[in-house]
T-cell receptor, first 118, second 112 residues
C-alpha cells in the first residue's frame, strides 16, 4: 500500500493567488482529515469527511478555505485568495473504523504539503 | 471540552538517558489515548496506544500507561537514542468518534 499521498510536497505562491492542495487517502479508508501545522498554533484539525461527506468543518479558519471530496480516492483543500498567514504544513490523514487487528483507531498521515505564501 | 496538555518542550537529552514526556487529558466518557511521532520532514506516525484504563501501550522501547485516576498517559523510554529525535504528540479519541484531539507536541533532541 502506498500510504496517503499528498501533492504537491512544496508550494510557494504569492499573496492573493489560489492554492489547491491534493490528497489521495489509503484505498478502503472511509474517513479523511485535513490538518494544518504551524509553530504558533501546533496541529489543528480543519475538516474531516466520512464517505465523502463533510462531517465537521468547524476548524476551517475562514471562507477563503474550502475542501471537497468528489470521490473516495481524492480530496482537495483550496485557499482563495491566499495570505502570508496561511503559510504552514498541511497534512491529510485517513482512517477506517473497520480495519482489522485493532488498527481501526489509527489515523494514517501523509507526508504533508509545505505552503509558503509570500 | 476535550483537551490534551503535554509537557512543554523542547527537551534535550544525552544518548542513553531516561525519557519522560508528560501528558494529561480532559475528556467526557472513556477516551482512547495515543502517542504519535513526527520525524523531521515527515507526517505523523502512530507510536503506541491504549484503549482502556490500566492498559499499557508499547513500541520501539517506548511505553505509556493509561491512568484514569490521574487522567494521564505519560510517555517513557529507558534509554534513548539519537534516532529518537522527533516531535511527539499525545492525542485522545472519544469513544464512538473518529476525530483525534492532539496536544501541542513536544520536540525531543537526543545528543550523542
Amino acid at each position: 500500500d502506498a500510504g496517503v499521498i499528498q501533492s504537491p510536497r512544496h508550494e510557494v505562491t504569492e499573496m492573493g493567488q489560489e492554492v489547491t492542495l491534493r490528497c489521495k487517502p489509503i484505498s478502503g479508508h472511509d474517513y479523511l482529515f485535513w490538518y494544518r501545522q504551524t509553530m504558533m498554533r501546533g496541529l489543528e484539525l480543519l475538516i474531516y469527511f466520512n464517505n465523502n461527506v463533510p462531517i465537521d468543518d468547524s476548524g476551517m479558519p475562514e471562507d477563503r478555505f474550502s475542501a471537497k471530496m468528489p470521490n473516495a480516492s481524492f480530496s482537495t483543500l483550496k485557499i482563495q485568495p491566499s495570505e502570508p498567514r496561511d503559510s504552514a504544513v498541511y497534512f491529510c490523514a485517513s482512517s477506517s473504523p473497520g480495519l482489522a487487528g485493532g488498527r481501526g483507531n489509527e489515523q494514517f498521515f501523509g507526508p504533508g504539503t509545505r505552503l509558503t505564501v509570500l | 471540552g476535550d483537551s490534551v496538555t503535554q509537557m512543554e518542550g523542547p527537551v534535550t537529552l544525552s544518548e542513553e538517558a531516561f525519557l519522560t514526556i508528560n501528558c494529561t487529558y480532559t475528556a467526557t466518557g472513556y477516551p482512547s489515548l495515543f502517542w504519535y511521532v513526527q520525524y523531521p520532514g515527515e507526517g505523523l506516525q502512530l507510536l503506541l496506544k491504549a484503549t482502556k484504563a490500566d492498559d499499557k501501550g508499547s513500541n520501539k522501547g517506548f511505553e505509556a500507561t493509561y491512568r484514569k485516576e490521574t487522567t494521564s498517559f505519560h510517555l517513557e523510554k529507558g534509554s534513548v537514542q539519537v534516532s529518537d529525535s522527533a516531535v511527539y504528540f499525545c492525542a485522545l479519541r472519544i469513544q464512538g468518534a473518529q476525530k483525534l484531539v492532539f496536544g501541542q507536541g513536544t520536540r525531543l533532541t537526543i545528543n550523542p
